[in-house]
């Protein structure tokens, strides 16, 4: 929800920080794939139990998971491929933080495993919303907003590394959000699709 409400208030600074990047030559994709393996080491970081490390590495890929797009679109360069790699990227960058907190902290398991169920359920009712129904926005695909979305996700993640021993109640709770997000989704999704 914070990335849909309040994106376009910081958009400015992030076609500054693009314009910047724009001078060494990167490419969106390489972008995309460095903002990738950046993500990967965070999740490495969490499950060696280096939170302060995994919180700075984490937030620098999601940052190179804006200027991608950002880059993209300064040098007319959006491509189907490009936000593919971006969506697929992304859900495994949040799989890698989940599998890291297992590793430094398996007695939470339960709620990492739900974590999946509600990752899986989401991303579903937001991927085959966006295969099925015309693009009428000025993303790349159909884009159906939640009220938890890749800032939330981050937010959290961030909470559970600071709050080490309550790892299990936010984590719990950000499920709570993420399964309701994608109830809400696939009961919006099928309002709008019998007005079409």
Same mark, same amino acid.
């Given at each position: 929800?914070?990335? +849909?409400?309040?994106?376009?208030?910081?958009?400015?600074?992030?076609?500054?920080?693009?314009?910047?990047?724009?001078?060494?030559?990167?490419?969106? &994709?390489?972008?995309?794939?460095?903002?990738?393996?950046?993500? @990967? @080491?965070?999740?490495?970081?969490?499950?060696?139990?280096?939170?302060?490390?995994?919180?700075?590495?984490?937030?620098? +890929?999601?940052?190179?998971?804006?200027?991608?797009?950002?880059?993209?679109?300064?040098?007319?360069?959006?491509?189907?491929?490009?936000?593919?790699?971006?969506?697929?990227?992304?859900?495994?960058?949040?799989?890698?933080?989940?599998?890291?907190?297992?590793? +430094?902290?398996?007695?939470?398991?339960?709620?990492?495993?739900?974590?999946?169920?509600?990752?899986?359920? &989401?991303?579903?009712?937001?991927?085959?919303?966006?295969?099925?129904?015309? &693009?009428?926005? +000025?993303?790349?695909?159909?884009?159906?907003?939640?009220?938890?979305?890749?800032?939330?996700?981050?937010?959290?993640?961030?909470?559970?590394?600071?709050?080490?021993?309550?790892?299990?109640?936010?984590?719990?709770?950000? &499920?709570?959000?993420?399964?309701?997000?994608?109830?809400?989704?696939?009961?919006?999704?099928?309002?709008?699709?019998?007005?079409?």
């Amino acid at each position: 929800m914070i990335d +849909s409400k309040f994106r376009k208030q910081v958009q400015p600074a992030f076609d500054q920080v693009a314009l910047l990047l724009q001078k060494t030559k990167a490419t969106p &994709n390489q972008v995309t794939i460095f903002a990738f393996i950046t993500g @990967i @080491i965070a999740g490495i970081a969490v499950g060696f139990g280096f939170y302060f490390i995994g919180i700075l590495l984490l937030w620098f +890929s999601g940052l190179l998971d804006v200027l991608d797009g950002t880059l993209a679109r300064l040098q007319k360069k959006s491509s189907k491929v490009g936000a593919y790699m971006d969506l697929i990227f992304d859900r495994l960058v949040e799989a890698a933080i989940i599998l890291g907190f297992y590793f +430094s902290a398996p007695e939470h398991i339960l709620a990492y495993l739900i974590f999946y169920i509600g990752a899986m359920f &989401n991303f579903t009712t937001f991927t085959v919303a966006a295969a099925l129904f015309d &693009n009428k926005g +000025s993303k790349s695909m159909h884009y159906d907003i939640g009220i938890a979305e890749r800032t939330e996700t981050f937010i959290f993640f961030t909470l559970m590394m600071i709050f080490k021993a309550y790892i299990f109640p936010i984590l719990m709770f950000f &499920n709570a959000i993420m399964i309701l997000t994608g109830c809400i989704r696939f009961y919006r999704i099928l309002r709008y699709a019998e007005k079409i």
